[in-house]
């Protein structure tokens, strides 16, 4: 047991950055003076004890898109976002803090975590990011694609990404949730005030049941 702690205590070490990062595990573990096939038990050691989701978590990377060929790198969020204040020794984080954004979109991950593990056990969540430097935070199956930003207005930057993985014609809906005042459509991309989005996600009328 102390070498497992051993072994999460040095990859904590490694992974404290943003939360929801891209991150590239293999590239991680070689930065560990242990073994590899010790060091390799470290995001399943991590995962058991609560500690952190990958996107199995965001392990799962979305890849039917065509137009633009999406890159295989794995995405982490600690389990509690605590975790991370700690780690990155990030006093009390409110919307003026510069890491605001972070655990705005660490928020709603829980959140869509959530509603799949309750009411859509089947459903994939993955995100989806291109070898162009497009990115998609959340997608569920090929049914909705979910950008997260904090800002109280949405910019044309802002859906670069949603509008890229639109080419593809793939999903049912395209959703960016921010913090804005009331919904609004911009060229079929839903921006979504969190609390609509949340209630809309709870009542099953984002994505439906799986």
């Not at 199995?56 to 982490?76: D, E, P, Q």
């Not at 890491?99 to 009411?119: A, P, V």
């Not at 199956?141 to 990404?161: N, P, T």
């Amino acid at each position: 047991m102390s070498r497992s702690s051993s072994r999460s205590d040095r990859y904590l070490s490694l992974v404290r950055g943003k939360p929801g990062s891209p991150t590239t595990f293999a590239r991680n573990l070689r930065s560990c003076v242990v073994y590899v096939d010790e060091i390799q038990k470290c995001p399943a050691l991590l995962d058991e004890a609560h500690l952190l989701i990958e996107e199995r978590g965001i392990r799962f990377l979305f890849t039917r898109s065509v137009k633009r060929k999406a890159i295989m790198t794995a995405k982490f969020y600690l389990f509690d976002p605590g975790i991370v204040r700690v780690l990155r020794r990030i006093p009390e984080v409110s919307p003026q803090s510069a890491d605001f954004g972070e655990f705005f979109e660490h928020f709603i991950f829980h959140e869509l975590k959530s509603w799949i593990d309750y009411t859509s056990p089947r459903a994939r969540l993955s995100y989806w990011r291109s070898t162009s430097g497009y990115e998609v935070d959340f997608v569920i199956d090929d049914r909705v694609a979910i950008e997260v930003k904090a800002a109280e207005r949405a910019q044309e930057r802002d859906l670069r990404g949603l509008r890229a993985l639109r080419q593809e014609g793939i999903f049912r809906r395209y959703i960016l949730v921010c913090r804005e005042s009331r919904p609004r459509l911009v060229d079929g991309i839903e921006i979504l005030p969190f609390e609509t989005f949340l209630d809309a996600l709870w009542s099953g009328s984002v994505a439906g049941a799986g």
